[in-house]
């Protein structure tokens, strides 16, 4: 064997990375022992740049997306009972923050191409007691944000793009986050803009703006206990998806959990308690750092340039994998592919099929949150519950060598060529 085949033999490839230096997480580690949290002026420079960035304002930095949207709904005054009409797949926060409220979750299924709502199921749950509707690109996909806005603005609703996915991506060359009241960022880690953890709300509305910014003050202290556990787990994760100790300690770690039980290390970040809150969480309400806001300027710069990288990734895997089944959008979408979903068969067979030669793979960590049993208004939606279940993330993340892309290509063809199914013409 060559010393190239045997490197790529021995080199195993993650299921994802943070997107910042491991460097860069152990300055932030020591940032969360150490700096002020509270410096105002830094928090109020950050969410300045970020609303430039995003082509919207103002912006309005909170601890967590969730905190951010509970804020929006509650500013609306909505009367108890209003529908709020969310995706069946996000995370199961925004559920409790609604229900919280005395507001009633509706879900619509989602489009296989666009990973977002079908428009003719979004037309048919529309009635004068759905007051919000949340959009969500998911997974970093662009669909028709323009016309689901304009079906929603046309029956009176109040539009929250929630892009945590989708920092960056445009749709008809305006950026997704603008087309609606509010746009939401998660900057949390393994997303594209990570500033360990917050929700970045972004409007041109001056009467949300005021209402965001009144909320924000009564916020509580920041725990520094908190932000040092999100900068630990945001530098283990660093580390353990580095090279050589991915390939030499945590790929090995992560077979031997798929043996003791497969389920364990199919979901991307682990599995969530699907338990419903009797209470939000303190910690829900406690103020963005000025930390955070540091490291939110330092990394905003790269962000652009790693979408680049990691799109064309996307493009050369869609190109020589030997398959249709990847999601398509729209002529007029910008994606910019936070994660490149495959929909299989079988996802755990799947998972352990790329495994076997060296690759590793995981669905989304998001809940199903329109099947969760503690939560009114279950939905037994065909189409989320496929992409739930079996939409396995391929690795595309900016650093991938080209034998890397290689190797992906031949692991995806070798798994449908066995399976009998190839691109059509």
């Given at each position: 064997m060559k010393k190239d085949e045997m490197k790529s033999f021995l080199k195993k490839i993650p299921r994802g990375v943070i997107y910042h230096k491991v460097t860069d997480s152990v300055r932030y580690l020591l940032a969360s022992m150490l700096a002020p949290l509270h410096k105002k002026e830094k928090?109020?420079?950050?969410?300045?740049?970020?609303?430039?960035?995003?082509?919207?304002?103002?912006?309005?930095?909170?601890?967590?997306?969730?905190?951010?949207?509970?804020?929006?709904?509650?500013?609306?005054?909505l009367p108890k009972?209003?529908?709020?009409?969310?995706?069946?797949?996000?995370?199961?926060?925004?559920?409790?923050?609604?229900?919280?409220?005395?507001?009633?979750?509706?879900?619509?299924?989602?489009?296989?191409?666009?990973?977002?709502f079908r428009l003719?199921?979004?037309?048919?749950?529309?009635?004068?007691?759905?007051?919000?509707?949340?959009?969500?690109?998911?997974?970093?996909?662009?669909?028709?944000?323009?016309?689901?806005?304009?079906?929603?603005?046309?029956?009176?609703?109040f539009v929250i793009e929630d892009f945590s996915q989708c920092l960056n991506g445009r749709y008809d060359n305006r950026r997704v986050g603008t087309f609606g009241d509010v746009g939401i960022y998660s900057a949390s880690s393994i997303k594209t803009l990570d500033t360990l953890g917050g929700g970045l709300a972004i409007t041109d509305d001056q009467v949300i703006h005021d209402r965001l910014?009144?909320?924000?003050?009564?916020?509580?202290?920041?725990?520094?206990?908190?932000?040092?556990?999100?900068?630990?787990?945001?530098?283990?994760?660093?580390?353990?998806?580095?090279?050589?100790?991915?390939?030499?300690?945590?790929?090995?770690?992560?077979?031997?959990?798929?043996?003791?039980?497969?389920?364990?290390a199919l979901k991307q970040t682990g599995h969530r308690d699907k338990g419903r809150l009797a209470t939000l969480p303190l910690l829900w309400f406690c103020r963005y750092t000025?930390?955070?806001?540091?490291?939110?300027?330092?990394?905003?710069?790269?962000?652009?340039?790693?979408?680049?990288?990691?799109?064309?990734?996307?493009?050369?895997?869609?190109?020589?994998?030997?398959?249709?089944?990847?999601?398509?959008?729209?002529?007029?979408?910008?994606?910019?592919?936070?994660?490149?979903?495959?929909?299989?068969?079988?996802?755990?067979?799947?998972?352990?099929?790329?495994?076997?030669?060296?690759?590793?793979?995981?669905?989304?960590?998001?809940?199903?949150?329109?099947a969760l049993k503690d939560y009114p208004n279950r939905a037994d939606l065909q189409t989320a519950q496929r992409i739930y279940r079996n939409g396995i993330f391929i690795p595309c993340f900016p650093h991938l060598s080209q034998s890397d892309m290689q190797r992906i290509v031949m692991a995806v063809n070798g798994y449908f060529q066995e399976r009998g199914h190839a691109k059509e013409g």
């Open positions: 928090v109020i420079e950050f969410e300045n740049i970020f609303a430039s960035y995003c082509e919207r304002k103002h912006c309005i930095a909170f601890p967590f997306a969730r905190t951010a949207i509970y804020f929006v709904l509650k500013a609306l005054d009972g209003a529908e709020v009409i969310l995706p069946p797949i996000t995370i199961k926060g925004i559920v409790d923050v609604v229900v919280d409220l005395g507001l009633t979750p509706v879900y619509v299924d989602l489009d296989a191409d666009t990973i977002n003719d199921q979004l037309r048919e749950k529309l009635n004068p007691n759905v007051k919000v509707a949340i959009i969500t690109p998911l997974f970093g996909l662009v669909p028709d944000v323009s016309a689901m806005v304009a079906l929603l603005k046309a029956n009176g609703v910014r009144n909320a924000q003050a009564g916020l509580m202290p920041a725990r520094r206990t908190a932000l040092i556990k999100k900068a630990w787990v945001n530098l283990v994760r660093n580390v353990a998806t580095s090279e050589p100790v991915f390939s030499l300690l945590t790929f090995p770690a992560l077979q031997l959990v798929r043996q003791r039980d497969p389920e364990a000025s930390v955070q806001a540091q490291i939110g300027i330092e990394q905003i710069k790269g962000v652009i340039a790693q979408d680049a990288a990691r799109v064309a990734n996307v493009e050369f895997l869609k190109t020589y994998c030997e398959i249709d089944d990847f999601p398509k959008t729209t002529q007029e979408s910008r994606n910019v592919y936070w994660q490149l979903i495959l929909p299989v068969s079988n996802a755990l067979e799947a998972q352990a099929y790329f495994a076997k030669r060296g690759i590793d793979s995981a669905t989304s960590s998001l809940e199903l949150v329109c």
